[in-house]
């Protein structure tokens, strides 16, 4: 499909790529399923295009998302961070969005802990 035809039948999935939005990890799965990669890309903008929330905010949310230790994607961690940075959003703001991340991974102690202690008084 030439560019033009692509950019006419996956407008969202094309205004990704041009605008450098488009993470190359997701090449295959565009090319094995156009469409598919188009409704998903159309959905994943939502808020970036409804007007709900600031860019600045979007950009604190998908650190958080990327950091997250479920997650933990370097490179979107560092894409979003220079441009919440870009956008005029404090290293100490970005900071408390990344302290608040750990919370996710006190899960892991949550149910750890108590199944240690209960293993250790039963022996």
Same mark, same amino acid.
């Given at each position: ?37 188009? %409704?998903?890309? *159309? $959905?994943?903008?939502?808020?970036w295009?409804?007007? #709900?929330?600031s +860019? ?7 650190i ?8 933990m ?8 961070i ?15 969005? %990344?302290?608040? *991340? $750990? ?7 949550? #149910?750890?802990? +108590? ?9």
């Amino acid at each position: 499909m030439t560019d033009v035809r692509a950019s006419e039948a996956f407008p969202v999935t094309q205004a990704m790529k041009d605008s450098g939005g488009w993470n190359p990890l997701w090449d295959g799965l565009s090319e094995l399923d156009p469409e598919w990669t188009e %409704l998903y890309m *159309t $959905t994943a903008m939502q808020p970036w295009n409804s007007g #709900v929330l600031s +860019p600045q905010v979007i950009q604190l949310l998908c650190i958080a998302v990327d950091a997250a230790s479920t997650h933990m994607y370097a490179p979107g961690v560092r894409r979003h961070i220079r441009a919440a940075l870009d956008m005029g959003v404090t290293p100490k703001e970005i900071l408390e969005v %990344l302290k608040l *991340t $750990t919370v996710v991974g006190i899960h892991s102690c949550n #149910v750890g802990v +108590p199944i240690l202690m209960e293993e250790i008084a039963n022996r």
